[in-house]
């Protein structure tokens, strides 16, 4: 009896469910494409995207290129400490928000913290910082300390917050939940499980995010040049203020470089912390 | 010295998964839980170290000290009665990033103070026990290694030293055949 009521149901469940999905899944199909091809026609048009002007421009874009060369090359001298400081400012930047944002990110994820008031909480902050953008930050506190790199520093620290709490918080939801709970049970303590069963589980990923982070923070850093936060980026507002744009092409080489020593140097880092385990 | 008085779980989507268990285990006594797959076992021994919060009934701990209520007793009791519970996962819940050596001091949490230990460590008396421990079994060689390269066997074995790297005196294990070889039989384990 028993077992001839539970076949059934199953029965059942094997034979009508799969179709319903199907056709759901057909559904989706058509309709998804559908509606990124409106919204491909509706953006154009709201953008006043058009190939023909771009055309039409083209040979003003190559003038204006055709002005940055050849570059400044006796800029550079002028240019070593503006860029040693771009990089100290991404550098404290990016340290201060991972410091900052990871424990915010441990009091976000669901799996480490039950209180929903502690959740939201802590979402909600990482949520504000990402939603500010760096220059708006930079104004507050230009504002408020005056001009330099450190206004552009304490900029840098909080918007990068949001990017990173989110990216690290992602990473704690996504652990094996095995390890922690076998922690648990022979009693560690909430710090202790998260340092001997979360960490090692994120590590890899924590050093990727942190660096990609600090990869934008230089470029970032630029853009806050506009306001006046020290660093490469105010040279080259500068640079183009003064239509020196010979100058602006050697300010943008730098800034190239600098870019990539950072790939390099986060490579070597991370391949200490992550290739181990490929190579034993 | 364990005993499990009417205990009850009923599951989120409401159906009874068990339903008034009572029994008891004696000091030296091995008891081996039989039953279908998907019957309840592994909630009932994760109910045994309150991994799981059971909706009735009692578990109580005899040891050598005073009795402790795993049912109802706070997260400092629930620390102490943990540590004396020596639990392996189906698929053990190693930390494959970490050194075996690591994993089997992970054994020991419940016992080293916790702030001492998130800014030195484990100490060193410590390390050696662990040590000692992975030699009993024969892999103190694999100390140093991730355990995520460890083949299943290894894992099992080594996951019975870092629960025994402490005085427990209750030990449970969720499906997993051990197959345990062991070098030195003069070594013995107390159940
Ligand atoms: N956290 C949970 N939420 C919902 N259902 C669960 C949970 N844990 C276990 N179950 C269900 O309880 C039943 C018994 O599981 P389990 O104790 O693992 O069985 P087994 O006897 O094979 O070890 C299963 O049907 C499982 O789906
Ligand atoms: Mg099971």
């Known amino acids: 009896m028993v077992n001839q009521t539970y076949q059934k149901k199953t ?49 003003n874009i190559l003038d204006f290129v055709g002005c940055m ?31 900052i944002s990871f424990p915010l990110a441990i009091l976000a994820a669901k799996n480490l913290t039950t209180s929903r008031l502690l959740r939201n909480t802590s979402k909600g902050i990482i949520a504000f910082t990402r939603t500010v953008p760096d220059i708006v930050f930079a104004l507050i506190f230009v504002s408020a300390v005056g001009l330099g790199t450190f206004p552009g520093t304490l900029a840098l620290s909080c918007h990068s917050i949001g990017m990173l709490g989110k990216l690290y918080g992602e990473a704690i939801e996504e652990i094996d939940p095995q390890p ?53 980026g105010f040279e ?25 020593l950072s790939e390099k140097v986060s490579d070597v880092i991370r391949k200490r912390i992550i290739g181990e385990e490929v190579l034993k | 010295m364990l005993t499990v008085e009417k205990l009850a779980k009923i599951l989120p989507d ?87 050596l690591e994993n089997v001091l992970n054994g020991r949490l419940g016992y080293t103070d916790a702030l001492q230990n998130l800014f030195f460590g484990f100490s060193d008396e ?13 892999i103190a060689d694999l100390a140093h290694r991730r355990a995520g390269t460890l083949s299943a066997g290894r894992c099992s074995v080594l996951l019975l030293q870092g629960r025994l790297c402490r005085s427990h005196i209750c030990y449970l294990q969720t499906n997993q055949l051990l197959i345990l070889i062991r070098p030195h039989q003069s070594e013995s384990w107390a159940f």
Do not use: H
């Open chain 1, 236 to 260: 080259l507002i500068y640079a183009m203020k003064l239509f020196s744009y010979r100058e602006v092409a050697s300010i943008l080489i730098v800034i190239f470089i600098i870019i990539i």
């Open chain 1, 11 to 59: 029965g059942q469940r094997y034979t009508e469910e799969p179709q319903g999905n199907l056709e759901r899944f057909y559904g989706n199909k058509y309709l998804i494409p559908l509606f990124l091809f409106l919204f491909f026609i509706w953006s154009v048009i709201g953008t006043d995207f058009n190939l023909k002007t771009l055309v039409e421009g083209f040979p």
């Open chain 2, 14 to 100: 409401g159906k009874p998964l068990l339903r008034d268990i009572s029994f008891s285990v004696g000091r030296g006594e091995l008891v081996a839980i039989l039953g279908l797959s998907g019957v309840g076992k592994t909630v009932l021994l994760r109910c045994i170290n309150r991994l799981t919060t059971p909706d009735s009934g009692e578990i109580i701990l005899n040891g050598d000290s005073e009795p402790f209520e795993i049912t109802n007793c706070n997260i400092r009791e629930l620390r102490k009665v943990r540590r004396r519970i020596g639990m392996i996962f189906q698929n053990f819940g190693l930390v494959n990033r970490l050194s075996v």
């Open chain 1, 69 to 99: 060369y050849p570059p400044e090359f006796d800029a550079f001298s002028n240019l070593v400490k503006p860029a040693i400081e771009t990089i100290q400012m991404a550098f404290l930047g990016t340290l201060f928000a991972a410091l």
């Open chain 2, 126 to 138: 410590e390390a050696d026990m662990a040590l000692k421990a992975l030699d009993r079994v024969g």
């Open chain 1, 180 to 232: 922690l709970e076998a922690v648990e049970a022979v009693g560690a303590s909430r710090i202790q499980s998260i340092k001997y069963a979360v960490i090692p589980q994120i590590l890899p990923s924590f050093v990727a995010n942190t660096f990609y982070r600090f990869d934008v923070n230089v470029r970032a850093s630029v853009v806050l040049g506009l306001v006046g936060a020290g660093g490469i």
